[in-house]
């Protein structure tokens, strides 16, 4: 059991990190990037083929450029999107030379070549966002993480040192931004879903017991029928806000 446990638990890993390879490459990757990276585990033709579903699925682009297609956005996250694309089009457009000297004036620490960059970059943080839209979180929410991230970053441009190691830097920090709203939206979802199950765990019982009793049910009494600890049927008692109607909740806790 426990080599299947490590099994997956590396499966999981080496998807991770392909995906976020695939995120750093504007997301796209190549088919012999993904056999390499799960080489040692020797999957099978039909695993594969789990595989780039999976990458297909969270719109990364296997041997070819990712395509957006914003169709799982809201008729709200669409209207916002267009609004906010279409505010982006009166930012100046800087040439290449332009650029970098900027990116040189803001590693030294110049504040006006910071603001400017924050602007050049504003698109690109919209591009990022678009990748990640799939996964619950609103675009808006993205991109202001995102922006964030991009107004950080233009300050800590000192790590960098080089022009051309600025964008990479810069769009690695909406990367790390946007996965960590995204995984904070999961856990807090997830912590939602375990106290909803717990509160409908014990009412279920409170009702069943009830039933029998023909009345109120007691902590006690439910505590006997089920062998559950005090603690558990306080704790749903308090997230329910004293709401399990088949409980008597009314003694004090020994």
């Not at 056999?35 to 719109?59: I, P, R, T």
């Not at 332009?98 to 943080?125: C, F, R």
């Not at 080089?162 to 996965?179: I, N, Q, R, S």
């Not at 069943?208 to 029928?225: H, N, P, Q, S």
């Amino acid at each position: 059991m426990g080599n299947i446990d490590n099994k997956e638990k590396e499966f999981a890993e080496i998807l991770k990190l392909v995906t976020r390879t695939a995120r750093e490459n504007k997301n796209s990757i190549t088919s012999e990037q993904v056999k390499d990276a799960f080489s040692e585990l020797e999957l099978d033709d039909k695993q594969f083929e789990m595989v780039f579903e999976y990458l297909k699925n969270h719109k990364i682009g296997v041997d070819e450029e990712a395509v957006f297609d914003d169709d799982n956005l809201t008729e709200e996250e669409t209207n916002y999107l267009n609004d906010y694309l279409e505010s982006l089009k009166a930012l100046p457009v800087r040439t290449q030379g332009e650029l970098e000297a900027i990116q040189m004036s803001a590693i030294a620490g110049d504040k006006d070549a910071q603001s400017k960059l924050i602007e050049n970059y504003l698109p690109l943080v919209v591009d990022v966002a678009r990748m990640y839209s799939e996964q619950g979180v609103f675009i808006e929410d993205l991109i202001g993480e995102g922006n964030y991230a991009l107004t950080r970053g233009v300050t800590m441009l000192d790590a960098v040192g080089e022009p051309k190691e600025v964008e990479g830097f810069l769009y690695k920090m909406m990367l790390d931004a946007m996965e960590n709203l995204i995984q904070d939206n999961l856990a807090e979802d997830t912590g939602s879903q375990k106290v909803l199950k717990l509160v409908q765990e014990v009412a279920d019982k409170a009702e069943e017991l009830a039933k029998d009793l023909r009345r109120k049910v007691t902590v006690k009494e439910l505590m006997d029928e089920t062998g559950w600890d005090e603690d558990k049927i306080r704790s749903a008692i308090k997230f329910s806000g004293d709401n399990i109607e088949d409980l008597d909740s009314g003694e004090e806790k020994k």
